[in-house]
């Protein structure tokens, strides 16, 4: 069975949002993304066992919007990505972003989208602050 290991929210105020999560549920923050540490584009915070980004978004993934504030998409960590990939194909999943598409710098995961809207994620590298 593959496991979730991240949870990706769609915020317009990131660091809003993981001051009340760390607060509320005491996840500890892993790291902040941007140019500004006071005004990040993304927090990493974890539970220990799951990693959960909160994302100002720059570019619209999903077609919501980028003013859409809530759940984005999760992500499951899997033994080989390549073979996983041929499955979700065969099944005719429809595939978001590419390996081509991932930017410099970024974790490696390949997005594709299952029923009722969902966006997830595919990658054999575990996200900061999860556990494979």
Known sequence: MHKIRHIAISSQDPA???EFYKKTFGW???SRGGPDRANPHGVILSDGS???TILKFQTDQINKGLD???FH??????DDVAAFAQKLEAQGTPLIVGEDQ???GAQYEIKYQGPDD???DITDVAWPGSVK
Do not use: L, W
Request: hydrophobic content about 50%; aromatic content about 8%.
């Open 102 to 104: 991932i930017p410099p």
């Open 68 to 70: 859409y504030e809530g």
């Open 16 to 18: 809003k949002s993981a």
């Open 50 to 52: 799951i990693n959960i």
């Open 118 to 120: 969902i966006v997830f």
């Open 28 to 30: 500890r923050e892993v």
């Open 73 to 78: 998409h999760m992500g499951v960590v899997v």
